[in-house]
Each structure stands twice: as structure tokens, then as C-alpha cells.
T-cell receptor
Framework: SAVISQKPSRDICQRGTSLTIQCQVDSQVTMMFWYRQQPGQSLTLIATANQGSEATYESGFVIDKFPISRPNLTFSTLTVSNMSPEDSSIYLC??????????FGQGTRLTVV | GDSVTQMEGPVTLSEEAFLTINCTYTATGYPSLFWYVQYPGEGLQLLLK?????DKGSNKGFEATYRKETTSFHLEKGSVQVSDSAVYFCALRDGSGNTGKLIFGQGTTLQVKP
């Protein structure tokens, strides 16, 4: 199974600023995803991170707000831009390889004040 | 579209009690089914999975059977421990395409008291 290292684990940010979250996988994965988990809620898919091309966003999420990069098969970043208190959530990256299951990073707990 | 529905929580049990967390799904095609667990302050860990009808996934004393006729994947454990206190998520992965996306249920919080 793949191990995904995600950082930072938590941060407190001022509104109007941006935060970049990084995920590093210890082996090559076919697909990488970014999810948001709002307080007390389930996980919602933000986008699929495509290697070397623009991410594929789900309905309700846009590139200007959540730019994503994936320069290679083991690394991806998510930026939360122009933050507001409504962006306070846990953000998780995920990867899938040859099997059916997905592996998750530890999550980034973001608080916007 | 595809969806997953879990029983609402929180579920509060005494140690050594029997646990059932219900999960039903709606999907086209033949999805793979998963249970993930989230301990306080941590990310998600895969607990068990099943990829086809009648498969039984098991791990750490937890079991779930893929029931196509009832579109269910209920999680069970015969004797829970305090350390099992966590949030449990049922999820499916679309089997018809190759998107790799997971669709999650709303999560069920389990509290086990000594």
C-alpha cells in the first residue's frame, strides 16, 4: 500500500490570504484526488489532479479558488486562494494505484480567521 | 447518480457489545465497496473492502459482506473496544468507468464506553 505524506497538518490563516497544501506519495500512483471535509460532514471531492495537465474539477469548485498542480506521479499541491472563514475545513489528498482502494494523507486542518 | 447512505450516529456502545453500522448504496454497474475509519485528528484509513457481489471484507475483527440483492454493505464487529471509537465511512468506487473517484456516505460516529 502507498503512504501519502501531507503537509501542513494544520494551519490558522488570515482571511484573504492563500495556503498551499502538499502531498507526497512514496510510490507512483495512477490517480490523485483532493477532498474537502467540512466540520462534522462527509468528504466531498474537489478535483482530480492530472499529471502534467489541468485538474478536473467537480461541480461547485473552480480553478481560480482551488488551483492544483501535479508535476509528476508522486506529488501534488492544492492551493486554497483568497480564503474566507467558510473555507475552514479538513483538506485531504488521496491516491489510487493498481488496486481498487484509495489511500489518504493525514489531512490538513485549516482554520480561517 | 451514485450515492451511499449510512445510518445516522452517534452510536454509543459499551465495551464488548456487538456493532452494526448499516450502509446501502445506489449505483449503476458493479461498484467496489469500502469502509474507511477516521480516528480523532487523523486522516482516513482503509478498514476493509469488497469488489464483487457476495465478497466478504474483513480486518481487525470487522466484517462486511457485499450484498447486491439488497444493495448493502453493513459493517459488523462482534465485540467492540474503546479503541474502536472513531468515525466510520462507507464508500463506493464506480465500477463502470475508470475515474477512481470515491463517493462517501455521511459517516457514523462510534463511541465505545468502558
Amino acid at each position: 500500500s502507498a503512504v501519502i505524506s501531507q503537509k501542513p497538518s494544520r494551519d490558522i490563516c488570515q482571511r484573504g490570504t492563500s495556503l498551499t497544501i502538499q502531498c507526497q506519495v512514496d510510490s507512483q500512483v495512477t490517480m490523485m484526488f483532493w477532498y474537502r471535509q467540512q466540520p462534522g460532514q462527509s468528504l466531498t471531492l474537489i478535483a482530480t489532479a492530472n499529471q502534467g495537465s489541468e485538474a478536473t474539477y467537480e461541480s461547485g469548485f473552480v480553478i481560480d479558488k482551488f488551483p492544483i498542480s501535479r508535476p509528476n506521479l508522486t506529488f501534488s499541491t492544492l492551493t486554497v486562494s483568497n480564503m474566507s472563514p467558510e473555507d475552514s475545513s479538513i483538506y485531504l489528498c488521496s491516491g489510487t494505484g493498481g488496486g481498487t482502494e484509495a489511500f489518504f494523507g493525514q489531512g490538513t486542518r485549516l482554520t480561517v480567521v | 447518480g451514485d450515492s451511499v447512505t449510512q445510518m445516522e450516529g452517534p452510536v454509543t456502545l459499551s465495551e464488548e457489545a456487538f456493532l452494526t453500522i448499516n450502509c446501502t448504496y445506489t449505483a449503476t454497474g458493479y461498484p467496489s465497496l469500502f469502509w474507511y475509519v477516521q480516528y480523532p485528528g487523523e486522516g482516513l484509513q482503509l478498514l476493509l473492502k469488497a469488489t464483487k457481489a457476495d465478497d466478504k471484507g474483513s480486518n481487525k475483527g470487522f466484517e462486511a459482506t457485499y450484498r447486491k440483492e439488497t444493495t448493502s454493505f453493513h459493517l459488523e464487529k462482534g465485540s467492540v473496544q474503546v479503541s474502536d471509537s472513531a468515525v466510520y465511512f462507507c464508500a463506493l468506487r464506480d465500477g463502470s468507468g475508470n475515474t477512481g473517484k470515491l463517493i462517501f456516505g455521511q459517516g457514523t460516529t462510534l463511541q465505545v464506553k468502558p
